[in-house]
DNA sequence: GAGGAGATGAGAACGTGATCTAGTATTGTG
DNA sequence: CACAATACTAGATCACGTTCTCATCTCCTC
């Protein structure tokens, strides 16, 4: 949390609960962090400079959002609630379950590397303390597994769930070492190739994969893929209509 | 990074080139900030604290330490240290691979469980800006690796940097989601137990696994080998003297 | 020993997330 | 329409990481 204590009684309200005005006023103030959000990290954002963007009063800021950190996980939930539209309207490539989960692994990777910017708001949000941040950042989280477990098929349901958390762990990890500068974005698609392939070893051995694990040329040629995955993150609800899996983790906690 | 815009000119000296007594005084704060982390998480743990435990002034603090993440990454960083010296008595178990490998993670594991407010400190390095801390971060994820890869026997180098990137991933995100609430210690366990089968499927398929992937007496028999686990996370130099793997990582930043 | 350079101590000051205050505007009810 | 309740505004204030200031201490050199 941040520099006071907290001692605010009055909890930020749901926004289904909000009158027209006022919903209007909640989104034009995650618009505006989405806007500054354009032009430089969320460190660099005041947020007396959101109040002023949106044309509200920092007290009204405040009214709606717990806090920074509440503000811009509802500013990445926008962003990927966009993004999901975009991504329905491309399907997954590969002939194999860990050509496909690499597709839509590197996909979302390209969704970041547009808008560099909001990868640093997910570091932020996984070591965040605000319980509103982390509840809207949970349920993302849980949507991207289901989209990830899309890509999987002909598999029991109990190795889908353990492939897709496996995904998931070494897309954040990918992600995070390339917003810190510890890698390349090229480095990051390669080794989200590698893992995806190395994950779904068991799954694929009788399907036509040319490359092996580690092979020089695969690497080029995972440079190559990721020019051709056009599609962002997709962290919406699963295609058919399916409750995100996961879901229920947030409410437990 | 913090409130105030960086206009200090003066970095933190490097700790060899200290006096004596300048050691012993920089030490002495590191060990306050240990202390004081027994009793209360990093995020109440105010900087003028550490300096009235550690006998100094707060300006003397930020002699040593550019931020509090600096001072927390060294904190980290020398518990590490010491934890090494305990994981090093004490020999892997398991007749495979992925056993192995999920008993190691699972030390770790159990390290953070004993020390909690470590995770959240974990967390936190995670997401800093603040350039001094990542390297002493950096570094310890690749001793990290290099304590992961002695796990595994019989796999060609390649493969076992790949494996170990994947379970590091793994091991994080775990980490992360019983720090923040979002699932059990058991939970934790369990889950690095199927991603070190899964990952390492390909490779164990010969050895005598008895359990499949995800049966629930493995689930059981997971929590028994929490139990006997003892030893802390390894993040130290490899036990052959070998250089970390990965090291050259932090050197490109 | 004297003097200078560097380091440390004590505490004031700065900056930004967050909270509070007093006045004004809007909405809901009788 | 009048009044009460609620919401918003503008800006002051608080808290803690961080930086700065001035006095004092320590160490080194001549």
Redo the contacts with the bound molecule.
């Keep these: 949390?941040?520099?006071?204590?907290?001692?605010?009684?009055l909890v930020p309200?749901l926004p289904h609960t909000l009158?027209p005005?006022?919903q209007d006023?909640r989104q034009r103030i995650i618009t505006a962090s989405l806007a500054l959000l354009r032009h430089q990290d969320h460190?660099q954002?005041?947020?007396?400079d959101v109040a002023i963007e949106a044309?509200?009063?920092?007290?009204?800021v405040?009214?709606y959002f717990?806090?920074?950190?509440h503000l811009f996980a509802e500013a990445l939930a926008l962003w990927a609630r966009d993004l999901r539209r975009s991504v329905e309207r491309r399907p997954l490539r590969g002939a194999t379950n860990a050509s496909r989960l690499s597709d839509v692994l590197q996909r979302s990777m390209r969704a970041f590397q547009a808008w560099p910017q909001l990868a640093k708001v997910v570091m932020m949000l996984e070591a965040s303390d605000?319980t509103f941040a982390r509840e809207i950042f949970t349920r993302n989280s849980a949507a991207n597994l289901a989209v990830y477990a899309e890509a999987l098929r002909d598999l029991p349901a109990d190795v889908v769930v353990e492939v897709v958390r496996v995904a998931a762990a070494v897309f954040d990890l990918q992600l995070r070492r390339w917003a810190v500068g510890v890698q390349s974005i090229a480095e990051a698609y390669d080794r989200i190739e590698r893992a995806s392939r190395l994950i779904l070893e068991f799954s694929d051995a009788g399907a036509a994969t040319p490359a092996g694990v580690a092979t020089p040329a695969g690497a080029a040629k995972t440079a190559g893929a990721a020019k051709t995955a056009g599609a962002a993150k997709a962290t919406g609800p699963a295609r058919n209509g399916r409750k995100p899996t996961g879901g229920s983790d947030a409410r437990t906690s």
């Design positions: 949390m941040s520099q006071r204590s907290s001692t605010r009684l309200p009158s005005a006022q006023r460190t954002i005041q947020m007396r044309e509200v009063a920092i007290g009204t405040y009214r717990q806090s920074k950190d605000d």
